[in-house]
């Protein structure tokens, strides 16, 4: 068996399945219940100094 053969057979059967397993993981992995804090405070990210800027390095010493 050529060597293109054997990799298309693999990529069109085992690897199309484990990747569709590791996007269900990530899906299932978002999704938990102890992750939304987490996410809620990564998303608010840009809008930390909505009202002011941020301090500068002088300002703070």
């Known amino acids: 068996m050529e060597t293109y053969s054997l990799l298309r057979q693999f990529a069109d059967s085992w690897m ?9 993981g990530m899906i299932v992995w978002v999704m938990r219940p102890g ?5 809620e405070d990564v998303s608010n990210i840009p809008f930390r100094h ?3 800027p941020a301090a500068t390095k002088e300002a703070r010493t």
């Open 16 to 24: 199309l399945l484990a990747l569709f397993a590791f996007f269900v």
């Open 35 to 39: 992750s939304s804090k987490v996410y």
């Open 50 to 52: 909505d009202d002011k």
